[in-house]
């Protein structure tokens, strides 16, 4: 069993930048692909990123695309998501979740850490 702890929330005006983490326990985070979603009031859950387990290919939403870059450092169990640029619009729960190849089903989700972006 993984265990996924996101941190780096926090209040930020529109046009700054925040930095989260996803810090896993229980397991090696190596053998997992990791996603980082999103759920806003009143909208549906959103892939916001994903990453491969070496990192070495990476997708992005179109929204988000040129602003949020995700990355891994396999050797703290960590993954990333920076943040920059932000806007309104990026206000959500952010969440990590990881997956084992070549399942399609994200296995665990963090619990989520909370990004508010201010006009």
């Known amino acids: 069993q993984v265990q996924l702890v996101e941190s780096g929330g926090g209040l930020v005006q529109a046009g700054g930048s925040l930095r989260l983490s996803c810090a896993a326990s229980g397991r090696t985070l190596s053998r997992y692909a990791m996603g980082w979603f999103r759920q806003a009031p009143g909208k549906e859950r959103e892939l916001v990123a994903s990453?491969?387990?070496?990192?070495?290919?990476?997708n992005y939403a179109d929204s988000v695309k040129g602003r949020f870059t995700i990355s891994r450092d396999n050797d703290k169990n960590t993954v990333y998501l920076h943040m920059n640029s932000l806007k309104p619009e990026d206000t959500a729960v952010y969440l990590c979740?990881?997956?084992?190849?070549?399942?399609?089903?994200?296995?665990?989700w963090g619990q989520g850490t909370q990004v508010t972006v201010s006009s």
């Open positions: 990453i491969t387990t070496t990192g070495g290919t990476t």
């Open positions: 979740a990881a997956k084992l190849p070549p399942s399609r089903v994200n296995r665990y």
